[in-house]
Every structure is written in structure tokens, then in C-alpha cells.
């Protein structure tokens, strides 16, 4: 249906009108008001929707504009006598309605105009279904610079696959009008902000749903490296008016995180009141997911007040106001704390993903206590290391001395930020979800076994790399609920570690696995038991199915080996490069409980346990896994899963795209405390 042309993208500097809103019938050409600027997007509305939208919604406005343009509302109007000479000068040729594209495409009418080009209403001509075509205007067609723009706009877009997201379907060059197309899905409904004119506030329930949803698009588009820019309730289809099933339109300015500012003109793009403070020039003017996150906090704090948060009239007046948090007061709504950290003028300050933003969503006590959320209670029988407490608080000098120190993980190249806040203050979460277990006195045997994921998802996984030592130990056949491994690092450096459950033969069979070892690379290994409760068998059953096979490999210790009740545990966690990590505590009734947004800048954690007397002592496993991108099964995961029903579902996440992941995993007894001596 294509030409043999690449897309191009348009739209970089803000300007690219990619609007799917529609209603029927639909609207006619509409000329750019007198002494517009011709580079503001124009947009109709459903013809019952009310006059006076309520905010701002004009696209795109260079420094220092001095005003916050507003989207004008206006009827349908043709051109001729009674259109001023300044509007027909300032009009974006439009094409008729009837003209057909590339032979597959025919016009019905146009739905928006803007500087690069127009957005039409169109059907595709065999089958009759409608669709949204954005065109860029003949001059910018032969604009190299320009072309490139939307040729990397529709490379960008057409990988874009959610729920949540408009479709983009197809990209055309029409050799015989000389014009580039890009062919969208047409929504039929009405934008966020409309539903906010004609309803008022969003119920809570209905903005929580609206986040989540958001949130899941959004990391999808950032894991792909396209940043939006240019979030506000206008740019939020709402099909058929349901929030529930909200899509974000008009990537129209959104930006490729590998393009740099230079590929596209203009240095703004976005509303004035839904821009973060780096698109005014704060804080270096980098644009990266976090700006998103900045946006979609304003677009949600509007839907919860009915109306945008004031956040300035002017360029100069909204950069002034984004020096601090604004002012949530008329956000009637739990998710008030989340907002207020989603809207920290630093960048660095907000939450670190969308995954992490939805991770907060679900369990608002990981929230710092600054923001004013719950905070995790801290169950009886659980004891405080000196210089640890609770998630934000500040540690004491000299705190966690005397556990001697944490084994080095090995030297990595400087991660990304999301990779870098993997462990610091994980001490009152970590405790809470260990010390809980423990209180609760954790034995082996609740739950039945894990099922060894199917050899279907293993089939689609990178073949092993069975020449090593790694995949020597993979193929070792030492039955189900095993998991071999060989310490790379560290003082134990070579040897084998054995993960299972208890077996009476099991110092016939290691000694068998080291002879073989030892004939196949030339030393003997010591062998070394792990036992494991049954419920994680799940943990080793997804390790093994990853072991030996490309991808980054992370690198997890932990120490001491046995931690008496009441000791400090240090750990260290480190992946190569830019991968991604996902941590977690497997307990031994095989629930599983996310760490990922806890680590500290620095790889480490440190935290203490206790039990009560009398309880049995009980093994417990940290997992990491990296991967070329976050893991969207294990981010969205509540804590407390079942190993057996979570970890084959990330597994079939990391088949599904060609595999691309390593695993690491660490052992700790904890073990009650020693009796009261009598008298």
C-alpha cells in the first residue's frame, strides 16, 4: 500500500497537528483567525460541545510569546469574500474533500489545520473504514530537513502499540500530489477536556483509572525512546465519552529521546499550562520521560479540579511558577501525595519511570513520608539496625556498623537514573516485608510446587551458549526444582552453588556433577547446598530457563550467608550498561515482593531482621533480573503474588521479544533468636 519511500516526521518543533478527535459530521474547512499565528494548530469541536472550553489549547508558542494562546472554538465558515485578507494569507491549503491518495485513499473533510500540514477525515477505499490522514504541506515536502522530520515521526509512531495510544496504520507518498501522508486510526468521541467542560471534576476512581491507564501507554512510548511533550486533556480521546477507555492522541511534537534538539526547529512545543519546567529551560532543558511524568501529573491534577492548575499566563510568568510544587489544594483525592511527586520542579526529584509511577499508584506507602503518604507499619517483633528507619528519613552517621563490609558487585558502566535508584531506603520496606514473614512464622510447604515453565516459551528464547561453564551447569540434569550456578566473584569465586530442595542423595550427585566439571574444564569445584522452601521452586525453574542464554547479566551478593534474628544483612546488586533491573524478595511461601524502586543510588542496602522464639528458621531469595527493557509483567505485578503464577508470566514477556535477559540469584537463612537464659 506503500511506496518504497521511508516516512518522514513532522511536527518536532510543535507544530504537527496529529488530532484524531472526531464527531460526525465532520467539520468543514475552518480559516486561521486574522493575524493568527500561523503556526497554531487549529481544532474542531463536536458540534454540541460547549463554547467555552476551558483551557488552554493552542499547540505551540516559541519563548517568549508572552501569552498562553488559546484553541479557538469557531463554526464551520468557507472561504471567499467575506474571509479577510489576512486570514486566506494565513490559511493551509487544503485538499478538497473526494481527492484520492495513493489510489487506497479517499478525502471526506478535514478535521484540523496547522504550520506543517493538516489532519483530514478519510476512509480507506477498500473497505470502507474510516481513518484520520495527516498530511505535510507541499513546501515542507521538499524541505529535506522537514521531510526527514516526518519520515521520523512515522518510523517512531508505527511502533507504538497500546490500548491507550492511537493507532498510526500506514504511511504513504503520493508521487502524483507530490505530498507525504500518514494514515491514523479515526476515534469517534470526544476529548477529556470537553468531558470536563460538560462534567466537571473527574470522580477519584475515575482519574486513578485514567493514570493507570495513561501510565501503561506511556511507558510502552518511552521504552521505544518518544517522548509525548505534550500531555493536557485535549490531547485525550475519551471514545464514546467513557474515561475508561481514554487514548492519547497528538504525537504529533513528540520527540525520539535519540534526536537531539537541533534535528527539529523551535526549542518549545507543548500547552503552556501542561509544559514541565525543563521545556522553559530549567534544569538544563533536557527532555526525557520525566517531563512526561511532569505533564501527566498537571493533565490528572486538572481532570480531579475541572480545570487546569494555575501554572501562568505567560512564558515568563509559568517558568516563575514551576520553581516550586503548585498548589494541589483543589485536588480533592488520594492521589494528591503522588501528584505532589510527580510535580518537583527537578527533574531528578520525580519519580524515576512510569513504572515507577504506577508501582506508586499501587502501594502508596513507598511514597517518602515529605509527601504526606501512609507509611508502612512496621510489625511487631522487628527490630532496627542503628542509623535505618523508614523510607525518606535521613541515616545516622556511623549507621549499620559492625556487620563488616558488603562484597563489592563488580565494576559497571554509569546507569540510567531509573537503573541507578534500585536499593536506598529499601531498609523499612525490606524489613517490613521480611520481618512480616517472619512474624508471621514462614515454613516451607504452604503452597505447591512451581511449574517449570513450558518448553514452548523456552523454544522462543536465544539459544543457549552452551560452550561455558554457564551452560554446562544449565544442561546438568539434576531434576526439577534445581538451579546450578557458579560464583563469579568474591571470596567463594568458582564455586558451584546448588539451589533445591533438600535431598537425601544429594552428596552423591554433587560429587558426580563435580567430577564431570572437572574432566569437562580441568579444576574441581567445591559444590555448595542451597536448600529451598517448595513454593520457590518457581524462582529456580525460571533462572534455569534463562541461564546460559544472551543478554545482560546481573551481579547480586548478599551478606551474611545466615542472619541471626536481630543481625544487619548488606547486599549489593549491579547490571551491565544500560540494562534494566527488576528486584525482588522471594519469600518461602513463594510470594513474591518488588524492590525495584528502593535500591539506592550507590547498589546497595542494608537492613535487619528478627523472629519471634520458637520459630523455625526459613530460607529467603533475592531474584534480579536485567533486561534490555523494564519488564512491564513484573513492574505492574501486586506485592504478594505467587512466584508460580508471576515469573512465568515475565518469562513469556522476554520470549515475546526475542529474550534479551540474565538472572542472578542470592540465598539467606534467617534464623529465631537463641532462648532467654533463665535466672
Known amino acids: 500500500m506503500t511506496g518504497p519511500d521511508e516516512p518522514r516526521k513532522e511536527g518536532q518543533d510543535g507544530t504537527g497537528p496529529d488530532r484524531t478527535m472526531v464527531s460526525s459530521p465532520p467539520p468543514s474547512p475552518v480559516p486561521a483567525e486574522e493575524g493568527a499565528a500561523p503556526d497554531r494548530t487549529r481544532i474542531s469541536v463536536p458540534p454540541d460541545a460547549p463554547g467555552d472550553a476551558g483551557d488552554e489549547r493552542t499547540a505551540f508558542m516559541a519563548p517568549g510569546g508572552g501569552e498562553d494562546a488559546t484553541r479557538i472554538s469557531v463554526p464551520s465558515a468557507p472561504s471567499g469574500p467575506d474571509a479577510s485578507p489576512a486570514a486566506e494569507e494565513a490559511r493551509v491549503p487544503i485538499l478538497s474533500a473526494g481527492t484520492v491518495i495513493n489510489n487506497n485513499y479517499r478525502i471526506a473533510g478535514v478535521l484540523s489545520s496547522g504550520g506543517m500540514g493538516a489532519v483530514y477525515h478519510g476512509v480507506e477505499i477498500g473497505t470502507g473504514d474510516p481513518v484520520a490522514i495527516k498530511a505535510i504541506l507541499p513546501d515542507l515536502a521538499a524541505d529535506p530537513r522537514a521531510g526527514a522530520l516526518f519520515r521520523s ?12 495510544i492511537v493507532r498510526y496504520y500506514n504511511y504513504v507518498h503520493d508521487h502524483a500530489l507530490e505530498r507525504y501522508f500518514l494514515v491514523m486510526e479515526f476515534i469517534e468521541g470526544i476529548t477529556l477536556s470537553d468531558h470536563m467542560a460538560r462534567s466537571g471534576p473527574l470522580p477519584p476512581a475515575a482519574a486513578e483509572a485514567l493514570i493507570r491507564r495513561l501510565a501503561r501507554a506511556l511507558s510502552r512510548a518511552h521504552a521505544l525512546g518518544v517522548i509525548h511533550r505534550d500531555l493536557s486533556p485535549d490531547n485525550v480521546m475519551l471514545p464514546g465519552g467513557a474515561v475508561a477507555e481514554a487514548r492519547l492522541i ?24 501542561y509544559v514541565a519546567p525543563e521545556q522553559l529551560g530549567h534544569f538544563g532543558g533536557h527532555v526525557g520521560p520525566e517531563t512526561d511524568i511532569y505533564g501527566l501529573a498537571l493533565l490528572v491534577g486538572a481532570a480531579l479540579s475541572g480545570r487546569a492548575l494555575p501554572m501562568g499566563n505567560s512564558i515568563e510568568e509559568a517558568a516563575e511558577r514551576r520553581r516550586r510544587v503548585p498548589d494541589l489544594s483543589g485536588v480533592s483525592s488520594g492521589l ?16 524515576a519511570s512510569m513504572e515507577e509511577v504506577l508501582r506508586l499508584i499501587e502501594h502508596p506507602h ?15 517483633g522487628l527490630t532496627l539496625p542503628p542509623g535505618l528507619g523508614r523510607p525518606g528519613a535521613a541515616r545516622a552517621a556511623g549507621a549499620g556498623q559492625g556487620a563488616g563490609p558488603a562484597p563489592d558487585p563488580a565494576p559497571q558502566p554509569p546507569r540510567d537514573r531509573a537503573a541507578l535508584r534500585l536499593i536506598g531506603g529499601l531498609a523499612a520496606v525490606f524489613l517490613a516485608l521480611l520481618g512480616a514473614a517472619g512474624w508471621y512464622g514462614w515454613t516451607a510447604g504452604l503452597i505447591g510446587p512451581g511449574k517449570a ?10 539459544p543457549r551458549q552452551g560452550a561455558g561453564r554457564a551452560g554446562f551447569l544449565a544442561a546438568w540434569q539434576s531434576g526439577p526444582c534445581s538451579y546450578l550456578t557458579r560464583v563469579e566473584t568474591g571470596p567463594r569465586a568458582g564455586v558451584v552453588e546448588r539451589y533445591g530442595r533438600r535431598r537425601g542423595d544429594a552428596a552423591e550427585d554433587n560429587a558426580a556433577l563435580a567430577e564431570a566439571y572437572e574432566a569437562r574444564f580441568g579444576s574441581r569445584p567445591a559444590v555448595l547446598d542451597r536448600p529451598v522452601a517448595e513454593p520457590q521452586c518457581a524462582v529456580l525453574d525460571f533462572a534455569r530457563s534463562l541461564q546460559a542464554r544472551p543478554g545482560p547479566l546481573p551481579v547480586l551478593s548478599a551478606t551474611p550467608e545466615q542472619v541471626a534474628s536481630g543481625e544487619e544483612v548488606r547486599a549489593a546488586v549491579a547490571a551491565p550498561g544500560p540494562a534494566r533491573l527488576w528486584v525482588a ?5 513463594g510470594a513474591v515482593y518488588d524492590l525495584t524502586d528502593r535500591i539506592g543510588p550507590d547498589g546497595r542496602l542494608r537492613f535487619g531482621l528478627s523472629l519471634p522464639e520458637g520459630a523455625a528458621a526459613a530460607p529467603q531469595l533475592l531474584l534480579a533480573v536485567a533486561a534490555t527493557r523494564p519488564l512491564a509483567s513484573a513492574a505492574t505485578a501486586t506485592d504478594g503474588t505467587p ?12 520470549a515475546g521479544r526475542g529474550g534479551g535477559a540474565g538472572v542472578a540469584v542470592a540465598h539467606l537463612e534467617l534464623l529465631p533468636p537463641e532462648p532467654a537464659e533463665d535466672g
Do not use: C, N, W
Open 153 to 164: 515521526e512515522a518510523r517512531m509512531l508505527r511502533q507504538l502499540a497500546d490500548d491507550a
Open 250 to 273: 497528538d504525537f504529533g511534537i513528540a520527540r525520539s529521546a535519540r534526536l537531539s534538539e537541533e534535528e527539529a526547529p523551535g526549542t518549545f512545543a507543548g500547552k503552556l499550562k
Open 336 to 351: 494528591r501525595p503522588l501528584l505532589t511527586h510527580m510535580l518537583e520542579p527537578d527533574p531528578a526529584a520525580r519519580p
Open 366 to 380: 513507598l511514597l517518602p513520608p515529605r509527601y504526606g503518604g501512609p507509611s508502612a507499619a512496621v510489625p511487631g
Open 453 to 462: 515453565p513450558e518448553g514452548g516459551i523456552e523454544a522462543r528464547l536465544p
Open 585 to 589: 524478595l522471594v519469600a518461602p511461601d
Open 643 to 654: 512466584a508460580a503464577r508471576l515469573l512465568p508470566a515475565v518469562l513469556e514477556e522476554i
